[in-house]
């Protein structure tokens, strides 16, 4: 465990000396290309920019409105015959678009059932196996400048799928 919290607190200094000093050995001004990739990374902020307002936004109207919580109680009853939560199911709507919004909704999970419940366990371990789908598809695809997602949604929805059955799962297994 030790080597484990050695290796933790050493590895980003390590790879940035790496970065520097391969910079220096290739002759390369490593100091004005840090500048020139840190105008281009600001570049692409203000570019996404208008599309992280607009998710969070339309993600904080969802949940102010009840309309997450109606939904939640409408799919709640198909997703309780196979097993999933129907508590989890606003939870897991709100992932695809906001990681911060999710995890709002996930303290209130802990508060209602607790963090060692069944459903608290779901929801801990769902929020590592999904990802933020139409978020990340967004700004990336944005900043990459690409019109055509081709199969990216289908894609990532089975995945995340997949990241939920391992969630019911795994969080199966833990309360054994």
Not at 13 to 38: H, N, Q, R, S, T
């Amino acid at each position: 465990m030790r080597i484990l919290l050695f290796l933790s607190e050493v590895i980003i200094p390590l790879i940035l000396f790496y970065i520097v000093g391969f910079g220096i050995l290739m002759k390369c001004d490593v100091y004005e290309d840090f500048v020139k990739g840190a105008k281009d990374g600001l570049k692409t902020v203000v570019q996404i920019l208008p599309t992280l307002i607009g998710l969070m936004v339309a993600v904080g109207v969802l949940r102010a409105s009840g309309f997450l919580d109606m939904l939640g109680g409408q799919l709640g009853r198909l997703t309780g015959a196979v097993g999933f939560p129907a508590q989890l199911v606003p939870l897991t709507i709100v992932k695809m678009f906001s990681s911060s919004a999710a995890t709002g909704l996930v303290l209130d999970i802990f508060k209602e059932f607790g963090t060692d419940s069944r459903i608290g366990l779901i929801a801990s371990v769902m929020m590592s196996c999904t990802e933020t789908i139409f978020y990340t598809v967004s700004v990336y695809f944005i900043a990459a400048k690409v019109k055509n997602t081709r199969y990216t949604i289908p894609g990532v929805l089975l995945a995340t799928l997949a990241g939920i059955a391992a969630s019911v799962w795994l969080a199966g297994m833990m309360t054994v």
